[in-house]
């Protein structure tokens, strides 16, 4: 597959839009991403379904010769010879096999090829192996109709690490050159490093090769808090943290952390984690020797969770006897913390941040594109008529506007995106690397929201407001500093105000 199917375009362009433009060109000009033929889309298609059986799956597989042989081989190999026979059909080998070798087996003869022998990705795959299986286990318990597709998405959840890796091989040795590093540190380095992480990554890349809009919206939150009412992507987002805690140098002390988790969620004997891990024990081995990767040190189940429960139980205690110094101690460090980062960079009316913030902020990130020849656009926001709206229904009325202005375009802006009050009735919004198309969508996003909702009520009666708003972007003139910058926007927004309000200019457009 080269691209999206019509069906996932919108999805497809969605998360390319998410994805900053320059990582966006990188990986786009990469020649050696992963790719998956039509035939493994087609199985992955499959696992959706609940009805799915071992003869979908082969009748799909066998329009493969390659893909067919390898299954035929792996179900014959020495892990699977249960029976005098071997199989002579791609039915008897998944039959033999079962539903979740099969699918790792068609996977990994798609992707696996890409270096999985390198000792840097060993870790990678083991850990989409160990969190596919697990997932499954948890599948069968919670949403035992949805098992196939959780296996997939938790075999894959990962999948951006390796576009990153293709197209950054260099910078990625440093973010996942440590085996043991922790994932959620991973998240927050790739984060600051790429300016997202490797989540959006995986989900825009299976759109790109076509697959269905469910497993990339499951990859796509893969990563997200546990939080949830969907028990399939509950399975596969707790899956990653059981996954690196058995392969963790200390699993003991890992798994710990995963069972406080969960038992935030639910008591513990819900997830039946003394099964869950008998299973790993049992399962994993031959799975990887199937893969061909190499195997982690042996796991002792039984005694893994007695030393967990006990370093629990031990947390506990220690928590107990340390809570109220820690309490009192949090509390005044939050108040501390509260206050200074109000005075220093919050506006106290739209809870955005202020103007000095909003300055140094642009200040640095100014220079940082200039330094890395990236780009990013300002957006200058006017409340049209807003000193009528004060005489009118008065100052309180016009708080209320700025405050709930204040909340919509919070909740309109990206991460590493920043908002704020500029002054008076006047906003402005930093775009990190997003051209002066892409600013003026997110502007006139802010125009369409403003026309749905109501800013305030007067009387019982719903205000809308409309504003004026202006974009400048980097690239699209020789600004020497960031106040030629923001200028270029003010004119841009200066235009709609002359031309009667209630629209967006884009400088040099």
Known sequence: MTG???????????LANQLPSFLSSALLQCKRLPTLPAVALKVLDISRSGDATLSDYARAIEYDPALTARVMSVANSVHYLRAAQPP??????????????????????????????????QHFWQRAVTAAVTASYLAQQLCPHQSGSVFTSALLQDIGMLALQTAYPTDADLLYGTEHTSHLHTLQMERRYFGCDHAL??????????????????????????????NAALCLRVSGSVADAWLSA?????????????QALAPASEWAMSGLLAHLEQSLPPLMDTLGLSQPVPVDSVALLQEAQQLLFEHTLMLSARLDAQQKARKTLLNDYAMLEQRSRIDPLTQLANRAWLEEQLRARFHLCLSTKRTMSVVFIDLDHFK???????????DEVLTRFGKMLASLIRVGDLAGRYGGEEFLVI??????????RFAERITRRLQERPMARIEQEALYVSVSIGVACLTDGGFGN???LIDAADQSMYFIKRSGRGGVSVYGH
């Open 4 to 14: 999206p199917t019509a069906v996932s375009e919108t999805l497809y362009t969605s």
């Open 88 to 121: 002579h059909t791609c039915f008897e080998a998944t039959q033999r096999l079962g539903l979740d070798v099969t699918l790792a087996t068609v996977l990994s003869f798609c992707l696996f090829e890409h270096g999985h022998t390198a000792r840097s990705r």
């Open 201 to 230: 990554v995986g989900a825009w890349l299976l759109a790109k090769w076509g697959a269905h809009d469910a497993l990339v919206q499951a990859i796509h939150g893969s990563h997200d808090g546990l939080d949830t009412e969907d």
């Open 250 to 262: 200390n699993p003991a002390q890992a798994l710990a952390g995963v069972i406080r988790q969960l």
């Open 388 to 398: 009528v709206l004060n005489d009118r229904f008065g100052h309180q009325a016009g």
């Open 431 to 440: 775009l990190p690397d997003e051209d002066a198309e892409g600013a003026r």
């Open 482 to 484: 960031e106040r030629e």
